[in-house]
DNA sequence: CTTGGTGCAAAGTCTTTGCAAATCA
DNA sequence: TGATTTGCAAAGACTTTGCACCAAG
């Protein structure tokens, strides 16, 4: 089994998604990161990504119809979808979750159920506002 | 307002997806329509494809985290979401959408749900039992 | 006819890969 | 020290675009 080395780039890498604590774009966490380490490639961005997938520490979404974003697991007690305004392209936290009971519906049927993603889109209460 | 022209290319690209009836990639729908038209270039597939989801007679849908599906529109009653199993890759319908619930609570907090989409994947019956 | 669509080739994006040098363990 | 990771540059994959020709209405 191969050993992640935990370098300085996968730790502000994992920090900022911390902190952050919402899907960001590769294009998002490559500027902050080059804030702190002006000569990091976005290669090492995609390496490092990749290497945080496969340690499931992070999760990848497609929010929108185009673009792909990562954000940091929870205590895999918090259990959370997002919702994003086609507007401001702000994200908002779904407040729950109606995919478990189809989940025991189709486990019923023998589909055994890995992975689910949801994703809402429309507009936010602001920009709507200012229509 | 843009005129939309019937071609010829088009159409088989529509009968496609309609007998299909289910979501394609752009090489599965590439593939299909060059034994029908072996000069069709591959960005007309691209182009027409962009046209049906203008006109709203098709879906746009990531089904695993890296492909990209297009699927026809149903009769705008039958309102459908896929299953998708990790191993075969088959596609299988959603029973029921429970997202409908959500859009109202989220609704009376100001958000207007434009789209939803919902991603499941995990292993279908066949392909457990030949574990 | 007139305008939008097609096929082709070229250009753009985004992501991955090869490799020597650097760095973690 | 030894092996993984980095930065850089180049290659890949996928999608879009420019343009002359074609075809639908």
Redesign the interface.
Known sequence: METKRNTKQKQIILTLLKEADKPMSINEIYTQVVSQLPKIAKSTIYRNIDSLLQQNLID?Y?LN?SEVFYRIKENSMEHKHF?I??ECKKM?D???C??H???H??EQ?????????????????NC?KNK
């Open positions: 990848k497609h119809d919702v305004c086609n908002f779904l407040p729950l109606p995919i009971e189809i989940e519906a189709m049927e023998g589909f055994i159920v890995e992975e689910h993603q949801i994703q809402i889109s429309g507009i936010c209460k709507a």
